[in-house]
């Protein structure tokens, strides 16, 4: 279902409030918008998982007294192949400007407006 004209009017705008008022969280938002899990972290994680159960049935077949240990280090590859697969890399993360001074010297914006139009309703009220 499209927007409607007057819709697309008040999203640019909101967009365009949200450029003015704070630039790096929008491009952080904008750029991180399409990255996902990696295709290749899945892949990799997947092949070393299956590994691991590898080495875990081989140590239930094995007939000897480090069966045990062989399971268990099969195991422990198999959660680190799926740990692997379902965590992000450090490239995907995105970093939080640790300072408030630009925020602080950012115009007023959309949102500092509705603040205000809320508090003025709120003292209007008996």
Same mark, same amino acid.
């Given at each position: 279902?499209?927007?409607?004209?007057?819709?697309?009017?008040?999203?640019? @705008?909101?967009? @365009?409030?949200?450029?003015?008022?704070?630039?790096?969280?929008? =491009?952080?938002?904008?750029?991180?918008?399409?990255?996902?899990?990696?295709?290749?972290?899945?892949?990799?994680?997947?092949?070393?998982?299956?590994?691991?159960?590898?080495?875990?049935?081989?140590?239930?077949?094995?007939?000897?007294?480090? =069966?045990?240990?062989?399971?268990?280090?099969?195991?422990?590859?198999?959660?680190?192949?799926?740990?692997?697969?379902?965590?992000?890399?450090? @490239?995907?993360?995105? @970093?939080?400007?640790?300072?408030?001074?630009?925020?602080?010297?950012?115009?007023?914006?959309?949102?500092? =407006?509705?603040? =205000?139009?809320?508090?003025?309703?709120?003292?209007?009220?008996?």
């Amino acid at each position: 279902m499209a927007l409607s004209e007057h819709e697309q009017r008040l999203l640019d @705008q909101l967009e @365009q409030q949200l450029h003015a008022e704070d630039p790096k969280f929008a =491009n952080s938002m904008a750029s991180s918008a399409g990255r996902g899990m990696s295709t290749r972290r899945i892949v990799l994680g997947a092949l070393v998982a299956v590994a691991g159960i590898a080495v875990l049935i081989l140590g239930i077949t094995l007939d000897s007294p480090f =069966n045990i240990l062989v399971g268990i280090v099969g195991f422990m590859v198999m959660g680190a192949g799926m740990y692997y697969a379902t965590t992000k890399g450090k @490239q995907a993360e995105t @970093q939080i400007p640790a300072g408030r001074k630009e925020r602080a010297a950012a115009p007023r914006g959309f949102m500092s =407006n509705l603040e =205000n139009k809320w508090d003025e309703r709120k003292r209007d009220q008996p």
